[in-house]
């Protein structure tokens, strides 16, 4: 509906009349509304009317559109991804088209978080796994620098990063969908962590419904000789003179926070490690690990699973023997997209 270009204050002569006939017959108090925006007994200011409906006009237009592709969205705040399907498969029959989408009960939106280092291509590999099968992704990695230094130094800075991830949702109107997290590596359990805090503090997340957890090499406990060969990696096309000195810097964090000064830093940060083991979620958890991993060690992430199964949190664990960190899906490409797409099946009908 369009508004009419007519000047409301200068009210149409029926309508003044009314106006008037409710006041005794005097104007003044229908002047004195229009005037200052105010409102007055049965009657709202004309021009104030008029500027809500152009703001919620406004407003209306800056809503995104969820369009189907791929979009990629940079900017300072948060360097996110977010693919649509065409259109998501949300039908009443539980069965699989032709396409390989599922057409059956609502599919979840699934959000991949990044291992350290990794780029956008490396995490559309997985992303294809559930945006063929008719699903919302997103996907994020944090910066490296967080990961490696903030965190070791106890700065929460990807508390921050979570938050503004969780508000996407809201921003897209998607808040009400079934969430699927896939959480790669130390680096993605980082930003998990701050994600299952905010599901449980903050006021408007406490609203999202988590369906289940897949961890893909992680998460690890303290292990320096792993998380150098992490740092490594990312850094593998910088110059060798500021590799070793960001390398040797790291090292140091780590030796003087987490070994030397850990009673005291225990006291304002906790590990993510230690947070996971007693987490208050309650949702179903996939563990895809392997021995072979020299960065995540196995037992870590047994350790964990025997402490959610404590928690009686319905935990599954595969181990793939053979594979390096995070490339289970390079290795064992049918295996491992079974045991995701299963894992979020049962997820969303339990």
């Excluded at 005037?35 to 809500?52: I, Y």
């Excluded at 693919?83 to 032709?98: G, K, R």
């Excluded at 150098?228 to 030796?255: D, I, M, S, T």
């Excluded at 563990?287 to 037992?299: I, K, N």
């Amino acid at each position: 509906m369009v508004a009419r270009a007519e000047p409301w204050g200068a009210a149409r002569g029926s309508e003044r009349d009314s106006a008037v006939a409710r006041t005794g017959g005097h104007r003044a108090p229908l002047r004195d509304w229009a005037a200052t925006g105010e409102v007055g007994g049965d009657w709202a200011a004309p021009g104030k009317l008029l500027g809500e409906a152009r703001a919620r006009e406004r407003e209306f237009r800056r809503r995104p559109v969820l369009r189907a592709g791929a979009f990629t969205m940079a900017s300072a705040e948060l360097d996110y991804t977010i693919e649509i399907p065409d259109p998501p498969c949300w039908s009443q029959e539980n069965s699989a088209n032709h396409s390989g989408k599922e057409v059956g009960s609502r599919q979840p939106l699934v959000i991949l978080l990044g291992w350290g280092g990794c780029t956008d291509k490396n995490l559309a590999k997985y992303s294809a796994i559930y945006h063929k099968r008719g699903c919302i992704v997103i996907r994020y990695t944090a910066p490296w620098h967080m990961v490696f230094f903030s965190e070791s130094l106890g700065i929460p800075s990807l508390r921050v990063l979570a938050q503004k991830l969780l508000e996407l949702l809201f921003h897209y109107e998607i808040e009400k969908e079934p969430l699927l997290f896939h959480v790669f590596s130390n680096a993605g359990v980082m930003l998990y962590r701050y994600v299952l805090e905010l599901l449980q503090t903050h006021r408007r997340f406490c609203r999202l419904r988590v369906v289940g957890t897949i961890f893909d090499s992680g998460p690890g406990d303290s292990n320096l000789l792993g998380a150098l060969r992490a740092l490594a990696a990312v850094l593998g096309h910088r110059p060798a003179v500021l590799r070793l000195l960001l390398l040797v810097a790291f090292a140091l964090v780590v030796v003087l926070f987490h070994v030397l000064l850990a009673p005291l830093t225990a006291l304002f940060h906790t590990h993510f490690y230690d947070r996971l083991l007693d987490a208050a979620s309650r949702w179903p958890e996939l563990y895809l690990y392997s021995r072979a991993d020299e960065v995540v060690l196995a037992r870590d992430v047994e350790r964990m699973v025997e402490a959610r199964l404590a928690h009686r949190v319905v935990v599954r664990s595969v181990d793939f023997v053979s594979s390096a960190h995070v490339s289970h899906l390079r290795d064992y490409p049918t295996y491992y997209t079974s045991l995701c797409v299963n894992f979020m099946r049962s997820c969303v009908h339990c």
